[in-house]
């Protein structure tokens, strides 16, 4: 079955280090990636975004994202966290053939001094 | 404002009452979106239109559920005899184009609460 997992609910940070978040995918196909960022009471901003090319994608606010087919993995990343980061991310797929985004579950980032 | 803009931004209703909600997606953007967030959950896919067709509905839909988009612009959700498992935020959101990698705007969605 297809399907997208975050792994990792809730990601603490110190203020200035890396952010690392997961994103694994479950299909024979190379789907479309992309991850969301939601701010509370807020909809979701698109932060970055693969389709095809090449499998390193910058986004904003300093996020970035590589695409590992042979590890079925869309990891974004952020070299220093800043406070303002936190927010929930999603990690969205569009399967092979398919018409819509599948969301996994998020991951709460909060960011600590 | 340009965006996608959904309207109420809160909704309280009694169990077994009516409701619908509305959506004004970015203008000229052919496709539209529902989707349903519960807390601690990802968005779930509820149904897609291509203009005025409704092109895709998840098995989530019951039969309670009905969408719409009359003249390819603005859509309304209705849900009735709504349950208590209906609170949840529904959001909105809206793209351009034939293909499916164009970048989709969310509204801010309407948070229902059933008591």
């Known amino acids: 079955a297809q399907s997208v997992t975050q792994l990792g609910s809730h990601v603490s940070v110190s203020e200035g280090a890396l952010v690392l978040l997961r994103c694994n995918y479950s299909s024979s196909v190379p789907p479309y990636l992309f991850w969301y960022v939601q701010y509370p009471n807020q909809g979701l901003q698109l932060l970055l975004k693969?389709?095809?090319?090449?499998?390193l994608v910058k986004g904003i606010n300093g996020f970035e994202a590589e695409f590992k087919k042979s590890e079925t993995s869309f990891h974004l990343t952020k070299p220093s966290a800043h406070m303002s980061d936190a927010a929930e991310y999603f990690c969205a797929v569009i399967f092979g053939g398919g018409n819509k985004l599948t969301f996994g579950t998020g991951t709460q980032l909060k960011v600590e001094l | 404002d340009t965006g996608v803009s959904q309207d109420p931004r809160h909704k309280i209703t009694k169990r077994g009452q009516n409701v619908t909600f509305r959506c004004d997606p970015i203008s000229e953007h052919n496709r539209l979106y529902w989707y349903r967030q519960t807390l601690g959950q990802g968005p779930e896919f509820l149904t897609y239109f291509q203009n005025e067709a409704q092109l895709e509905k998840s098995r989530l839909l019951s039969d309670r559920f009905s969408a719409e988009r009359p003249k390819g612009s603005f859509s309304t959700l209705e849900i009735q005899r709504t349950e208590q498992g209906d609170s949840a935020m529904y959001l909105c959101?809206?793209?351009?184009?034939?293909?499916?990698?164009?970048?989709?705007?969310f509204g801010q969605g309407t948070r229902l609460t059933v008591v």
């Open positions: 959101a809206s793209s351009l184009g034939q293909t499916l990698n164009t970048e989709a705007f």
């Open positions: 693969y389709t095809t090319g090449a499998t």
